[in-house]
């Protein structure tokens, strides 16, 4: 708006969206007359002006977000750190791994501070041995609350119900699993997990393997080359229209040397040359190739030969591996 008077004076509103964010207000002692180019060069300051204004408008929101966002990032920071603490708590003591598998290594690696991937031992008052190698769904948050309920239901079955069947302790689980997660048809959620389970009892000299999609991996006594037990093709949890029916492969104990558990994460991990998993055969192949060294060497090899693949890339999924020499 132009006024000509004896005084002048020049509003221009400073407008951005639709806002109003100020004015620019001008005045002149004598009467102002603009000629075009006058007028469009403020016009321009004009532009300029707001457009500087908004700016600056958005910096200092951007600052305040990125201010709450940092706060928010710490606070979250700390929750999963603390989770990490809890998750790790549930896990057995090297001291009570050591004292039950005296020559045993264990990897576990998670992807991110907290993940899915559990173990589990456990010496009953008779003798008989259990471990448990579980890899839950989902990593990180969710894969961790998991590992949680997995815990629950492991003790439910082996400890408090007292199963000595691995293949009792998946039927257990299962049941348990699918009825706390509402599991009553494919279009519920089918979170679940696979699981290995290994039942020692030197008394009555046997060995019994069950597992739920994950192989159990063993070597007789006088082979260099590693036996491969392929586990059922269903997980524990996820609704299933038959009632499932987990197998059980029984062996002399004296007859076995050593044995490995391993969720996918390991055999999952891509790297190499060709950019691609290091898959079962791979593995299988280190397997063989480590049968003479000790179990802190395997455990070394295994973790060099995965960190040789994968390379700068990323880990994809939580590992955990377990070797057990029986010998």
């Keep these: 708006m132009i ?60 600052v305040s977000s990125n201010s709450e966002l940092s706060m928010l990032h710490s606070e979250l920071n700390s929750s999963i750190s603390y989770a990490q603490k809890i998750q790790e708590s549930m896990l057995p003591s090297d001291e009570l791994f050591n004292e039950i598998f005296p020559k045993h290594f264990h990897i576990l690696k998670q992807k991110d501070k907290v993940g ?12 008989v041995k259990l471990i448990i190698c579980i890899d839950c769904t989902g990593h990180n948050v969710p894969g961790a609350f998991m590992t949680m309920l997995a815990r629950v239901l492991v003790r439910e079955s082996a400890t408090i119900k007292g199963i000595r069947d691995p293949s009792g302790i998946l039927f257990q689980m299962d049941r348990a699993l699918r009825r706390i997660l509402k599991q009553e048809s494919y279009a519920g959620m089918q979170d ?65 040397a050593k044995f490995y558990m391993t969720t996918d994460g390991y055999l999952d991990q891509f790297g190499g040359p060709n950019v691609k998993k290091i898959g079962k055969r791979n593995f299988i192949q280190s397997l063989n190739l480590i049968q003479n060294l000790p179990m802190d060497k395997q455990k070394e090899f295994l973790l060099n030969e995965l960190n040789n693949w994968k390379g700068e890339l990323d880990q994809i999924d939580d590992i955990c591996v377990i070797g057990v020499d029986l010998t």
């Design 3 to 62: 006024k000509n008077n004896i005084d002048s004076f020049v509003s221009f509103p400073l407008m951005a969206d639709k806002t109003l964010l100020g004015s620019l207000n001008i005045s002149f002692d004598d009467e102002l007359i603009l000629s075009d180019d006058q007028e469009e060069f403020l016009v321009m300051l004009v532009e300029g002006i707001t457009i500087a204004i908004n700016q600056n408008i958005m910096f200092n929101q951007i």
């Design 116 to 127: 899915g991937d559990f173990y589990w031992v456990r010496e009953y008052k008779d003798g």
């Design 192 to 256: 679940g997990m696979d699981i290995s389970i290994c039942i020692i009892n030197e008394e009555e000299n046997y060995i019994k393997f069950s597992s739920a999609q994950r192989p159990i991996i063993f070597l007789e006594k006088g082979n260099q080359e590693v036996t491969v037990i392929k586990g059922d093709k269903f997980s524990v949890g996820g609704y299933y229209e038959y009632e499932k029916v987990f197998k059980i492969t029984e062996l002399p104990l004296d007859t076995v």
